[in-house]
């Protein structure tokens, strides 16, 4: 099995200070589902009282805790909640086998904690096909609920890593009605080990007190334009899922889907989406597309995904060449509204193409020079309307290809 | 600029022997629009009486060749026509200036064989967004007309290549109501040479006689199974062009759109199609990947080409890994219906997967077998309705990524 042990060079200097979040805690153990030596199952409990709201993969070939936690989100309920993560299994395709172990393990912790069985939301991700050793878990559950304190948030992001090559988290207080507000939050993805299947999972947390559906509202909008607006190989997860948590501790209340929380929130989600790109297989680039003057806001975002999408364009980020042709090729088989003779594309502050044709202005010098930067912004304006959508994703390597294709299983 | 110069692995052992078309000549010449030393510019004519039909790309941002063939391809005419093709520059992204060109060469052409502007259809292929040198063109049209030749089917396979590994050529005979009817296509796509664009050019003559609105519906059809079901890189081409030529001289008249005829034409396009696949860039293996009782047609094409599109299956066949848990996750995320516990999968005659989970006859051996073929079938069953659809692929290896990235153009 590949082991890629070299930290990805977008990585971040290190693990962030995180605000603690008051009804949070967190524990990691380890259970050996697969990996050894190392913490791969987290429990996290959510105080009484706590507001939990989810989105999840689309995939028709989702797994069974997936499905489960689907169920179980909409659900009113003051009890708190318990999330339980492993790595190294996704219980993906593991047939009706799968919908056992997700039981065993709610009944686990709904035991040890006292909390109801639909309070219980399981996430696994790693290795698909493969029956899920959930024996492993539920025998550490007493130890995880022993030892849930409220500042081991940098274990949990340590814990729910498969191939990942780094721990990602982030956080911030807000001043909501002249009080503090706290969120953090840890995410994991787009590391990769043949057979292994890239999951990303994501867990945020504040302290403010917001009802479900509203929460739920928040997130589903918030979720278009940060997680879903990334890309780093078109292929999409059977275990994707994001949990929100409000514990109420703060004693703020939120009462609109806009506002200094909302934005704060989105600022937290946009960041752990941003460090789920950054560690890209293979990423030795990060990119900002960003399309504006579409037809619609949809329209752009497909403008904006195909490119972020395209192999070609992401190789040809990866080579450093402003390959301004290949931007124009996406946009023309994205299957939204273009008009040639009417598009603008910047790379950076650099005008590259205007009026239907390369600008007379640039220099393949300026735009090679553009290219060599880490963090690159290609602008696509398309001068039909008022839609707009930023995506964002990272360049393919030959890295990419080690990853997925030099190592047999 | 890179030359890539290996042949690709999957090349057939070289160009075949192709019947004489009756009433289709062909020259090529040195135009020097891009590339010295080699043929460029490549002038085929149909006799009066011939009917043509095309298909071309749906891109937004397609060449002004394109859009003017679409004009033409639509009129009814009993003058004949000429198709004239230039490699090394693909007057695509070129403003009105790319328009310009377009009509400068129909008209050059057309004064020198007496057609009208309307029958001349042209095609470019190569770089993208720079002015097309067609003064190059149309200096060599007068030799070109003069050297119009019944057997240069081969010096028009090399003439239209850009970065293509090797020239690309099929036909067949086929009885017709007791008489032979011959049918001769050639094809170039898939070579890349940044910031070239790979284009899809095909050109197929028969001396069937077949009326121009069946000629087109035979075609459309066939295209939606052959050209439209391959992929090598998810990515269109703003050049991608079909000509379809019917002399007539067999006097052999076609009336139906199913039949011997149009059997035989599909495995023509079929084989050009595969052509394509097989020197797709940095290919290594074919991929045929074939699935069955999908809710509709349509889905069963949805479910196809994610599995042919997926990255991550495609460096999986790259590694000889059969990792079937990527097959399962791009059915997944394709948006196709699809139930995990109808699912049955096999590589070449192993099942590998049935009923929701790994087949339990399944053995890592017999799959990691199979999979050192150069040649490959992956068949997805999805139990649901009757929809069924073939698509065919190549595996994403590091030469992808050499070609499409390691060179600055």
Redesign the interface.
């Known amino acids: 099995m590949a082991q890629i042990t070299e930290v990805s060079p977008l990585a971040p200097a290190g693990f962030p200070e995180l605000p603690i979040i008051q009804g949070v805690t967190f524990a990691a153990a380890e259970a050996g589902v697969k990996y050894q030596g190392r913490k791969d199952v987290t429990l996290i409990r959510l105080a009484a009282g706590s507001t939990v709201a989810g989105v999840f ?6 797994s069974a805790n997936v499905l489960d936690c689907q169920a179980k989100v909409g659900l009113e309920s003051d009890e708190g909640a318990a999330f339980i993560i492993n790595s190294g299994n996704s219980n ?6 799968g919908e056992g172990s997700v039981k065993a393990i709610c009944d686990s912790v709904a035991q040890a904690t006292g909390l109801s069985g639909n309070r219980v939301f399981t996430s696994s991700t790693g ?3 493969e029956r899920l050793p959930h024996d492993r878990i539920t025998a550490k559950v007493s130890e995880l609920v022993d030892g849930l304190t409220a500042d081991a948030i940098e274990d949990a992001a340590h814990g729910i890593m498969t191939t990942d090559t780094y721990a990602k988290g982030t956080g911030t207080t807000v001043m909501v009605d002249g009080k503090p507000v706290k969120i953090a939050g840890i995410a994991k993805g787009s590391g ?1 080990i ?2 292994d ?2 999951t990303m999972l994501v867990y945020v947390f504040t302290d403010a007190k917001v009802e479900r559906a509203l929460l739920q509202q928040i997130l589903s909008e918030l979720t278009d334009i940060t997680f879903n607006a990334i890309t780093v ?6 275990s994707d899922t994001l949990l929100l948590g409000a514990t109420g501790a703060s004693g703020v209340e939120i009462t609109e889907a806009t506002g200094a929380f909302a934005t704060a929130l989105h600022e937290v989600m946009r960041d752990l989406a941003h460090l789920v790109v950054r560690d890209g297989e293979g990423a030795s680039k990060f990119v900002e597309i960003n399309v504006t003057s579409a037809a619609s806001d949809a329209d752009a975002k497909t403008h904006a995904m195909a490119i972020a ?4 364009v992401k ?2 980020i ?4 402003p ?4 931007i ?14 009417l ?1 603008t594309i910047h790379f950076g502050d650099v005008l590259v ?1 205007e ?4 600008a007379e202005s640039y220099s ?1 010098e300026a735009g ?1 020079s553009y290219m060599q930067a880490q963090d690159l912004a290609i602008h696509v304006d398309l001068g039909i309307g008022e839609g707009r959508f930023t995506s964002w994703t990272c ?4 890295g ?3 990853i ?6």
């Open positions: 993969t689309k995939s028709a070939t989702r993906a395709f593991t047939g009706r086998a290795v698909i096909g990769m043949a057979p299947m890239a190989d078109s292929d999409t997860s059977t999408n395209s192999p070609l190789t040809a990866a080579g450093e060449d390959n301004w042709g290949r124009v090729m996406a946009i023309g088989k994205s299957g939204a509204a273009a008009d040639r003779d598009l193409a009026k239907g044709w390369v393949e090679a360049d393919l390597t030959h990419y290809i080690t997925n294709a030099d190592y047999r299983s």
